[in-house]
């Protein structure tokens, strides 16, 4: 298990960044998420290598929530 640091700021609304926590939580990868004294950055404890990690990091910023109008 290892611990990456997730760049979360593409997200610009409280929905968003709520979307990204609940979705790496529904993770079978991820095993915590963290906020840190960043705000535009979570630490998570992440069970695959830094491959997997990346895969999951672009598959949340292109799956965001599209802002409404």
Request: glycine share 6%; no cysteine; net charge negative.
């Amino acid at each position: 298990m290892s611990i990456y640091e997730l760049d979360i700021s593409w997200a610009m609304t409280a929905s968003e960044r709520r979307y990204v926590q609940w979705e790496l939580t529904a993770s079978d990868e991820v095993s915590g998420v963290f906020l840190t004294a960043r705000d535009d950055v979570l630490a998570v404890l992440f069970r695959g290598d830094r491959s997997g990690f990346d895969a999951l990091a672009r598959t949340l910023a292109a799956g965001s929530p599209s802002p409404r109008s």
